[in-house]
């Protein structure tokens, strides 16, 4: 993870004073994807970026311990030896960005990653995930208990309502608690971008929780009805550039919800290189949260080097 972000104070002026121009924002989207797309030796070695970047999730109601158990092994492991290999790869450490759970898992990851001696960080949900609609002092709570058990990373949501009625004072006393909450293990801020209204709001939003020191923002639970679009997507890595240059402070992007493919992934990966630079294509700086693209992308790497595609069940569980 990069740097800790201090916060800085509430600045309601460069919050109340914001506009996002929807129609550039929606030509600059949709003009995004339709670009040529990198071949070859140079596509694999971006999808091998893309690995690093991927916080492997599962958050269901099912997880159990033998479930998370596999997750971590596959973050250990996340593409096939005999592939890495045939790819020239096999001296350079590779894994994924972190694996992510409820925090009642996190105990069960924490074991895994312990007999696998592994380093992957692990990223615990709380604050009342999905909708965050739970009193603040059970959220803070829920926060503690998942640091206590031994996450490194906690992604929290917002309350929406919050941004909804503009109450951004409100949001940045939320935020502010749980990143106190949070101690040592670095925040990442989910705003549910689905459920703000206007690209407005977001752009604001993203401000407020870079300010009260949120060290990542994050589009999406996942469980929205609208989860990463890339007209969220510039509006948030746009604020993110904005907070840089006026403070130093550099935070993380994390897009969520329905990034599926390895077309999706190197789309994302250009995007953030676009607008920010090479460095916020790395995990420091830049996350995917996701529970089946790894296998798309290995499946890739798999016709790079074979020449065919192989069937999804001949890749280890992704």
């Known amino acids: 993870m990069a740097t800790r972000n201090p916060g800085i104070p509430l600045d309601l002026g460069w919050v109340e004073r914001s506009r996002v121009n929807l129609p550039a924002v929606q030509r600059r989207a949709a003009t995004h994807k339709t670009r040529r797309s990198i071949k070859k030796e140079w596509q694999a070695a971006w999808l091998l970026r893309a690995v690093t970047c991927i916080d492997l999730t599962t958050l269901d109601g099912d997880d159990t311990p033998s479930k998370v158990d596999r997750l971590c092994h596959k973050a250990r492991t996340p593409v096939r030896q005999d592939l890495v290999t045939q790819l020239g790869m096999e001296s ?29 960080p692990i990223a615990s949900v709380a604050a009342g995930f999905p909708a965050g609609q739970t009193p603040l002092e059970q959220r803070i709570e829920e926060i503690r208990k998942a640091v206590s058990y031994g996450a490194t990373e906690i992604d929290i949501v917002i309350s929406r309502t919050l941004v909804l009625v503009g109450d951004w004072k409100g949001l940045y006393d939320e935020v502010r608690a749980c990143r106190e909450a949070c101690g040592d293990a670095h ?27 949120s060290d990542f923002i994050k589009t999406s639970t996942g469980k929205e009805a609208v989860n990463a679009t890339f007209p969220v997507a510039f509006t948030m890595v746009r604020a993110i550039r904005e907070y840089y240059q006026q403070t130093g402070i550099k935070i993380g992007f994390k897009p969520a919800g329905g990034i599926r493919t390895a077309k999706d992934a190197l789309s994302w990966l250009a995007l953030m290189k676009e607008e920010l630079g090479d460095e916020w294509t790395q995990p420091n700086l830049f996350r995917i949260g996701a529970s089946s693209l790894l296998g798309d ?19 280890p569980m992704s």
């Open 92 to 120: 350079v450490p590779l894994s994924v960005g972190a694996v992510c759970v409820y925090s009642e898992r996190v105990p069960d990851a924490v074991k895994s990653m312990e007999e696998l001696k592994c380093s992957v």
């Open 187 to 213: 925040l990442k801020t989910i705003l549910g971008t689905g459920h703000l209204g206007t690209l407005t709001n977001v752009y604001k939003a993203s401000l407020v929780c870079m300010m009260a020191g």
């Open 297 to 315: 992308i290995e499946r890739q790497l798999f016709h790079h080097v074979t020449g065919r595609y192989a069937a999804i069940h001949q890749m």
